[in-house]
């Protein structure tokens, strides 16, 4: 935990993120489902916060990301908190970008157990994780572009690394999503299961990973990410350009508007400015 984490964990909701340690495995559950488990700062304070404990913990030798309730992995960051200005990244988690986690590179295996939709950063979320299992009306989606803005969580470079490079640009321009049956289809997911079992499968997952040595399991998944100076190889590059782009577009009317246009539940109106 960070120096200044006992002074910010005091300030913010950690009923948001519901963090249990079973058997070798750390399961990270947003807790949010009013909300379809949009991220906040809170969640993203604590999600970087539990990863950064992890990496450092012997005990924990695989880690689970899911969502609470069966409706929604994550709806991706929280556009009302974003368009009244009340969205407050923590600083000390903000260079691990969305959610304290699409950057946040550990050795130990992490799999998402995608409970229901996951899109804009929900899907994020489950790209920046190295397996994938998710329920059969699970879906999903980058519609950033329906919003004014870009899937600035690693989705637009990861979503293309991930999946044939046509069908994942169709993704990435309309914002429409894709089925659960797809994205298997597709090879963007390890498992799809009945609704209901998205976790239970994440956890088998992570117990067979867990019964093997951990130390061997970590150099083996540095390797395969061609991990260099803590950074997979060929990401800095695009994380520099990602920020450039952001930095750009979070200057234009329309980045403005799309949040607005989402919380007052109309069609956005687009200037191209």
């Keep these: 935990m960070t120096e200044t984490a006992p002074k910010i964990l005091a300030e913010i909701d950690t009923s948001k993120v519901v963090i249990e340690n079973r058997d070798h495995v750390l399961i990270l559950t947003i807790n949010r489902p009013e909300a379809r488990n949009a991220v906040d700062g809170d969640v993203w304070f604590l999600i970087g916060d539990a990863l950064e404990k ?9 880690i689970v990301l899911t969502g609470a309730g069966d409706l929604a992995f994550s709806a991706g960051l929280d556009l009302r908190a974003l368009s009244t200005g009340t969205l407050r990244i923590p600083p000390e988690m903000a ?4 959610a304290g986690f699409a950057r946040h590179f550990t050795s130990k295996p992490t799999i998402a157990a995608v409970n229901g939709k996951a899109l804009g950063g929900g899907s994020e979320l489950a790209l920046a994780c190295d ?11 980058l519609p950033e572009v329906k919003r004014g803005l ?3 969580g690693g989705g637009v470079f990861r979503i293309t690394q991930a999946i044939p490079h046509k069908i994942a640009l169709e993704l990435l321009l309309t914002g429409e999503p894709m089925s659960a049956q797809d994205a298997a289809r597709w090879g963007l997911v390890n498992r799809v299961v009945p609704d209901g079992e998205a976790l239970s499968c994440a956890l088998a997952l992570a117990a067979q990973i867990a019964k093997n040595a951990p130390l061997a399991v970590q150099a083996s998944k540095r390797l395969a990410y061609r991990l260099i100076d803590g950074e997979p190889a060929g990401e800095a590059a695009m994380w520099a350009a990602n920020e450039a782009e952001i930095g750009a577009l979070f200057a234009s009317a329309d980045a403005a508007e799309g949040p607005w246009a989402f919380a007052e539940k109309r069609e956005p109106v687009w200037q191209g400015r």
């Design 95 to 98: 260079k691990y970008s969305f």
């Design 150 to 152: 870009i899937a600035g």
């Design 131 to 141: 397996l994938i299992v998710a329920v059969e009306s699970a879906s999903f989606g």
């Design 54 to 62: 992890a990496q450092d913990d012997p005990e924990v030798r695989a």
